[in-house]
């Protein structure tokens, strides 16, 4: 993958900022650490830049994604600096909610505009690059004017397509309202100066409505070095499970996935006590998930919550099979979750919820594919039973799978994917 996001590269023939001297980046970002999920990437992309000479400066919320608790070091405060390893974070209060309250978080989503536009004016300095990491899509607007009131370049970091995506899923219905964000979307991806995707169906996506290829790069989320070396740290006899044959689902418990198919598949389990299926995570569908559990009275189904997210990778490690479960809708096909790549590194079988698109083909790749419709719980059982009785052998496998990530997907090297693309932005 990475020789093939080297050729993306070429065509931007332009003056390269490094005859300016180190970058200085501001980012803008809703999310960040300490939140869980993909917002560890760009911290780890930041930090990756800051080690190579680079001045980085974030601009962010304080934190309660995904929760809705804002940690005691951050609470009541209008505006907060701190440096995490060298990048410069200057955090502005937002809405505080969990990801169980869509309405809410949208609220979120406007008040950060305000707060951060208003605690941009504390940020000293000129910027050779502002990047805005879409969603939530009210970060690229905040970008926008921050690189026009800076005079320095705009890029735009997407990471999933909206509201696109949202009407796919069924989180939002189509309606003039969607038509016209689309539309200011699609405008902001023109003024955009560079356009970071971090999926091949993003960067395709954007070639069809006509952003220019040579602007627009696509640097994946990889796994850090650090995820690949970890072990399973005794969680299976933590939790009682050393005698289970053990699926996982680990991540956020909402609509852009098929859980219950999972639950549906757990469900023609039964008569293989020895089979035991663990969520781990949290969102608005847990609710649904356990009234499913409740009212098939499994035995053999469990929620764990949210967990610490340094002890993630002892779960993934501590498992027999790995699964994930999208929704089947046109957006699913350029769709690759970030934690793929993560269960990838893990070195365990995966078993993956959508019978085609991006995600499938990277799998593929990497040395096998075992997916299926999610409409069928019938084919996830029966590949966990092969898997379990070893007509699959899923060690080989999850090597293989470690092996590709290693090799293709370490996060250092889609860093300097990124830096080296930054590096190509015309500067002032």
Known sequence: MGSEKKILLKPLNVRRLTHCGPMKILIITQHFPPERGAVRRLFEFSRHFVRQGHEVTVLTAMPNYPDGIVPPKYRGKFYHYEELEGVKVHRSWVLPASNTQPKKRMVGF???????????????????????????????LIGFILSKVRKCKFVLEIRDLQPESSEDFGNLSRSPFTRNLKRFMHYLYCKADAI??????????????????QKVVTVKSGVSSDFMDTHSNGIRRKFGWEEKFLVLYAGTLNWAHSLETIIEAARHLTDQPDIYFAFIGDGQQRGVLEGMVRDYGLKN???F????????????????????SLKEVPVTKGTFPCKLFEYMASGKPIVFGSAQGEAVRELEKAGGALSFRTDDPEKLSELILKLRNGEIDGDFLGRRYHEHVKQNHCREKWAEHYLSFLDRVPCH
């Open 110 to 140: 406007l008040t950060f505009l305000v707060t951060s536009i208003i605690n941009s004016f504390r940020i000293n300095g000129k910027f050779d690059l502002v990047i805005a990491s879409s969603p939530p899509v009210t970060t690229p």
């Open 196 to 213: 970071v995707s971090v999926t091949d169906g993003i960067t395709e996506y954007l070639e069809t409505i006509g952003i220019p290829q």
């Open 301 to 303: 189904v469990g929620f």
């Open 305 to 324: 919550g949210l967990q610490p997210l340094d002890e993630i990778p002892y779960f993934l490690k501590a498992s027999d099979v790995l699964v994930e």
